[in-house]
């Protein structure tokens, strides 16, 4: 094996899956001896990316060059031969087992004519990888009784005694806590300057700062650039990640601001670990404006959507909609009430898949007065909406008959924003409305948007393309670590101080500000 | 491409196949299971000894009969003919219908159709609703008791009233069997709902409290067993509490009237499914369960309806079983509600199916009858015929199902993966 100082090198990687486009002339290189973050946000493709890598994919186009030589891996197998490891957010471990037979399971040294295991030598190999990178673990504990901290050094063994020299961990402080963190990235110094090479894929932009010498910045399938983590700021990280695509002009103000509609009161939320996502947020949309919440990914605000919504129990907190405290009310009557939401999640919420669209219509409205009579449904009644909506927003193809699956993500997208928007709501969240939409259907949901708040509807827009929510919104929030930084006016503040913001870090001179006196809304 | 690749777009074919193409895989896979029936058919009767060899195989050129001079003891003899069998197991279903449209033998397949259009459609109604409803027959042994015994109380003072009896005695005893089948069901989905307690697991287990329930209720005189008789039973419902045969044998323990009502339901539980909002509600949570939370539907809810009204049906079942074809309850139901899973699957848990498969299942139960009656082929040998039409036939719906439920077959071409978190992936159900 040649050494070089490339441990491995990515050129032009594209990967296609039906109706995305994953991964888009991807080029990545990773010095070997060094940790190499992946940043991006959910579905930026870095794990896709990833796993081509490992092999688990096949990439439609570019190849994969590990130690100087180009490899085609057809499975993970290939992949471990070369020297490349992956640890998944999910390990792979048996319960029952000892972290000795885990590391080993598969490879177990062997004995009498390899009739049997060599459990002697597997323990003894087991205890001399672990202390030769400090590992400290007990090879005699059984997984189940181990931390997911051993767990997670239990499987980073497990690569090593494979024989890797380039290790992938896929997002391995999402199970961690705060002081498991750091003794992971003592671990991966560890590894580093025992000439091992680490790639770990991340969205907290704090993380890759901290731990890794190389930072790729990943957006929408593409890298968008490489930085060297001493010379770039968390403020630049923040702005690769979320980018900035087309310049909204800065769209009209709210003109008219009624009463609150939406009042969120020190609102606390888990998220599915049971961890808190949100805590002690509030804040209130009134009639007629539209209210933004900009910030990275995964910094709570799907949690507090949810919340808001009525699909998550908040922990603490009180969610009043129309002066009347919604928090215990099912999402069956905050849809009733007038709530129309637009999920961050299309295909596993927003849409049955396997309903067509005239289905899908009524999808949320199904028990309206509207399109049923005494349990029974109109199908006359949602089909002509259907068709409006798919006529209004420009749905292709135009069929009202097609099955949801079969559009592709954006029109899928403006399906559910028609849908939602058409429900006569006194009240739209919306998170991520145009994502994935082409951009003439964005000018069109944008000045949908824009109307319905004219017409004194409240609008809570979630985004994290901060053109959109500073075009759009007439005051905007960000939300950082599940707290909201500051409210603030967007004609006022500034690219800098955004991204300050978002990377949960308050601009030289900026006093924290309580929302609800703090910005003038004009009458 | 490799053989687990090739087996996952075997499955994405199957997922995406047309109702056309799925009936045509249906008929084909009829077609086959005949085909390879008839190997086992001939295999089994090469390794036993009968009298007259339904085919006898000689080889006169063969360089054996050149040694015994073409004697017949080593010539190729098979004892069943395999034509002959599936003639009987089939056609024999229908009996003489040309001469006898009423006859025996089709009533018994006419009877059989009738008791599994209701546990079909009861299980098929729960798996709509992404629940596996495998207590039909706990659900249909408790149908069918509290009608039993409950008619046997009530409708000897009635009985005298004539035709006024029947329209008041039949309805109440479908009534008894649905609201016991209801609650039996909703037990488990209560279960299910509130406890988290996987409905697999529950049903199973109150199928065998069902049965101990029965036995306990008809063994004991103080309750419920007909004391003039030794068998674990009640006594006889009257005349009045029976299904009317209407052009049928008394004798055959059928009736039109049965057989109507079960169309019937199943053409109220397509409308239910197809155009409420309760159907709308139950389907979405069997297809999408986030996205019918999203949709406002109170999943835990529709959890506890779904698994009364299959519980229900499967009672409705029950009752028919007992009003028309018992006369009186006895516990050692045969496994009407274990047939309605398969019943179920062959139809693609579509209610209308369910006629359909329903009928093929009675035609089978009884050919099955005919063969055993008509030839000298074992009965276990028919029992393995039978089990193999069955599941050449709903293997391609199960595996569709499996297909719907754990892969992600939707889009054309590869199989669709989440992207990272996952906002661009295909994953649906």
């Known amino acids: 094996m040649t050494q070089t100082d490339t441990a491995v090198q990515l050129d032009a990687i594209t990967k296609r899956f039906p109706g995305v486009l994953a991964n888009d002339d991807v080029d990545l290189a990773v010095e070997r001896g060094s940790v190499h973050a992946l940043l991006g946000e959910n579905g930026a493709g870095k794990t896709t990316l990833m796993n081509v890598l490992y092999g688990l994919y096949q990439p439609d186009g570019g190849r994969v060059v590990v130690d100087g030589q180009p490899r085609e891996f057809d499975s993970p197998r290939d992949a471990i031969d070369a020297g490349v490891g992956m640890i998944h957010q999910h390990f792979m471990l048996v319960d029952t087992m000892t972290v000795a037979e885990n590391i080993a399971l598969g490879n177990e040294p062997r004995k009498w004519g390899g009739l049997a295991v060599d459990s002697e030598a597997t323990r003894r190999e087991v205890v001399e990888l672990s202390e030769r990178y400090g590992f400290g673990v007990d090879p005699d504990q059984t997984i189940a009784d181990a931390s997911v901290g051993v767990q997670q050094r239990v499987e980073i063994l497990k690569a090593l005694y494979r024989g890797a020299d380039v290790l992938i961990l896929d997002e391995p402080t999402a199970v961690l806590t705060p002081q498991e963190v750091e003794d992971l990235f003592e671990v991966l110094d560890e590894l580093t300057d025992q000439g091992k090479t680490v790639i770990f894929i991340t969205h907290k932009l704090g993380e890759a700062m901290h731990a890794a010498d190389d930072i790729t910045v990943l957006r929408d399938g593409k890298n968008v650039a490489t930085v060297d983590a001493d010379d770039t700021t968390r403020e630049e990280l923040a702005e690769l990640m979320v980018g900035r695509e087309v310049m909204l002009e800065v769209e009209s103000r709210a003109t008219d601001v009624g009463d609150v509609v939406l009042d969120v009161d020190s609102l606390s939320v888990l998220d599915d670990r049971e961890v ?92 309206s007065p509207s399109f049923s009579s005494r349990g029974a449904i109109d199908w006359q009644q949602s089909r002509e909406h259907a068709e409006s909506v798919v006529d209004e927003y420009d749905v292709r193809p135009g069929n009202p008959d097609a099955r949801a699956v079969s559009l592709s993500g954006g029109n899928q997208q403006k399906f559910i924003v028609g849908r939602e928007f058409e429900r006569d709501p006194r009240l739209v969240v919306a998170t991520h409305p145009t994502r994935g939409v082409d951009i003439g259907s964005q000018e069109f949901i944008h000045d949908r948007l824009l109307e319905l708040r004219d017409e004194g509807r409240g609008i809570l827009l979630v985004s994290s393309k901060l053109d959109e929510v500073q075009g759009l919104s007439d005051r905007l929030a960000v939300m950082h670590d599940g707290d909201l930084m500051a409210v603030v006016d967007p004609d006022d503040v500034t690219e800098e101080e955004l991204g300050l913001l978002m990377a949960g870090e308050y601009p030289e001179g900026y006093e924290p500000r309580d929302e609800r006196d703090a910005v003038e809304v004009p009458q | 491409m490799s053989l687990s690749q090739r087996a996952r777009d075997a499955m994405g074919r199957l997922v995406r196949a047309s109702g056309f193409e799925r009936f045509l895989i249906s008929a084909s896979a009829l077609l086959l299971s005949v085909l390879i029936g008839a190997v086992i058919v001939l295999g089994a009767g090469r390794m036993t000894s009968c009298g007259t060899a339904a085919y006898t195989l000689a080889f006169p050129g063969s360089f054996v009969t050149q040694f015994t001079g073409g004697d017949a003891i080593f010539a190729m003899g098979f004892c069943y003919d395999p034509i002959a069998l599936y003639d009987l197991l089939f056609l024999g279903a229908l009996g003489d219908i040309l001469n006898d449209p009423t006859n025996g ?51 000897p003072p009635l009985s005298g009233l004539g035709v006024f009896a029947a329209v008041v005695l039949l309805p109440l005893g479908l009534v008894l069997g649905a609201v016991a089948g209801g609650v039996y069901g909703a037990v488990p989905g209560a279960l299910k709902a509130y406890a988290d307690a996987n409905e697999v697991i529950t049903t199973i287990m109150l199928n065998f409290v069902a049965t101990s329930i029965a036995l306990f209720f008809v063994s004991r005189e103080q309750f419920f067993k007909d004391p003039e008789s030794f068998a674990n039973q009640t006594v006889n419902l009257p005349d009045a509490a029976m299904f009317p045969e209407l052009v049928f044998r008394a004798r055959d323990d059928v009736s039109l009237l049965a057989l109507g009502f079960g169309v019937a339901v199943l053409v109220g539980v397509w409308y239910l499914l197809r155009h409420t909002s309760f159907g709308y509600d139950l389907r979405t949570s069997g297809l999408q369960p986030d996205a019918a939370e999203y949709g406002g539907v109170d999943a835990d809810r529709t959890i506890v309806s779904s698994m009364a009204l299959s519980g229900a049906l499967a009672g409705i079942g029950g009752a028919v079983y007992v009003m028309m074809v018992l006369g009186n309850f006895q516990p050692g139901v045969p496994s009407y509600g274990f047939d309605g899973i398969t019943v179920s699957i062959l139809a693609g848990n579509n209610p209308l199916g369910v006629g359909f498969a329903a009928l093929l299942f009675g035609i089978l139960k009884s050919g099955s009858i005919v063969v055993q009656v008509g030839s000298d082929v074992p009965p276990a040998l028919v029992g393995v015929l039978r089990g193999l039409i069955i599941l050449f036939v709903a293997m391609p719906e199960f595996f569709r199902m499996a297909g719907r439920k754990f892969g992600s077959f939707h889009q054309t071409g590869e199989q669709p993966v989440a992207t990272d978190g996952g906002t661009g992936g295909g994953v649906d159900e």
């Open chain 2, 105 to 155: 033998q089709f009533a018994t397949t006419i009877a059989e159709t009738t008791i599994l259009l209701f546990t079909g459609v009861a299980v098929a109604v729960a798996f709509r609703a992404g629940i596996f409803n495998i207590g039909a027959q706990g659900q249909l042994v408790m149908g069918a008791l509290v009608t039993g015994v409950v008619l046997v109380s009530v409708a």
């Open chain 1, 276 to 367: 808190p996502a949100v805590t002690d947020v509030s804040f209130a949309v009134r009639e007629g404006e539209v209210f933004g919440i900009a910030g990275v990914d995964g910094n709570g605000q799907a949690e507090l959507v949810e919340a808001i919504t009525g699909l998550r129990d908040p922990e603490t907190g009180e969610v009043a909609f129309d002066g009347r405290s919604v928090t215990d009310d099912s999402r069956r009557d905050r849809i009733e009430d007038g709530m129309a939401y637009i999920p961050e999640d299309r295909q596993e919420r927003g849409l049955v898949m396997d309903f067509d669209l005239v289905e899908n219509a009524i999808l949320g409205s199904q028990h």
